[in-house]
């Protein structure tokens, strides 16, 4: 099993559909985050976790909300869907030892239509 | 806020040659992280290589290498022997101690390359 899962892999909605993009974790970091990824604009910061209380916004977070269930799932939600929000999501988790790995899932890409 | 820049949005090399990828940041800290981040037509994000800015000797990873430059905030990424699998885009990346260390991403460099 992948250390990072995220599920739905692709996923086509309506737009105004509220949908959840779910994030699961076996590697037992407590820093989580979801990014967004458009073409030619990199990955962008829509909000990170270091436990379940504590969850803060990325530079993109309007239009989004998360919640940490546990230590290992952390969920993406889009209240009311629209067509700019269409893009390829990732969760990674991050180690804060010295090493400092980041493990990234293989993506949702969202499209809304 | 820390910015990464990537100034080559396409680069192209031919099979067993070499090609450089640029990458300069922005940041007031002294204590940071720089990653370059492969991601392949698979579109999972693989971690090609890591610097650590406290150390001075640039890191390198079999035919990976980077050019680390503090004082110039540059970090460029080089691939020698080029190969067919190494097609990707490629994301520079900075970790501070903002935003939860976060990642802080670069807009990427598409790398073809030919036979």
């Known amino acids: 099993d992948a250390d990072v899962t995220q599920t739905p892999r692709n996923r086509i909605t309506k737009t105004g559909k509220r949908i959840m993009l779910e994030c699961s974790q076996t590697?037992?970091?407590?820093?989580m985050y979801w990014y967004r990824q458009d073409p030619g604009l990199g990955l962008q910061l829509i909000y990170y976790s270091f436990d379940v209380k504590d969850i803060n916004k990325g530079e993109i977070s309007d239009g989004y909300s998360v919640s940490r269930q546990a230590q290992a799932k952390f969920s993406l939600s889009l209240e009311s869907a629209i067509p700019n929000q269409t893009a390829l999501y990732f969760c990674?988790?991050?180690?804060?030892?010295?090493?400092?790995?980041?493990?990234f899932g293989s993506g949702t890409r969202l499209t809304v239509v | 806020a820390q910015t990464v820049t990537q100034s080559q949005p396409e680069m192209s090399v031919q099979e067993a040659e070499t090609v450089t990828l640029s990458c300069t940041y922005d940041?007031?800290?002294?204590?940071?992280?720089l990653f370059w981040y492969k991601q392949p037509p698979s579109r999972q994000m693989i971690l090609v290589i890591r610097?650590?800015?406290?150390?001075?000797q640039n890191a390198t990873e079999n035919r990976f290498s980077v050019n680390f430059q503090k004082a110039a905030k540059s970090f460029s990424l080089k691939i020698s022997d080029s190969q067919l699998g190494d097609a990707a885009m490629y994301f520079c990346a900075y970790r501070g101690t903002n935003s939860g260390y976060a990642l802080n991403f670069g807009k990427g460099t598409s790398l073809l390359v030919t036979p």
């Open positions: 590697k037992g970091h407590d820093r």
């Open positions: 610097q650590e800015a406290y150390k001075q």
């Open positions: 940041t007031s800290e002294s204590d940071y992280y």
């Open positions: 990674a988790t991050s180690d804060p030892g010295p090493n400092e790995g980041y493990t």
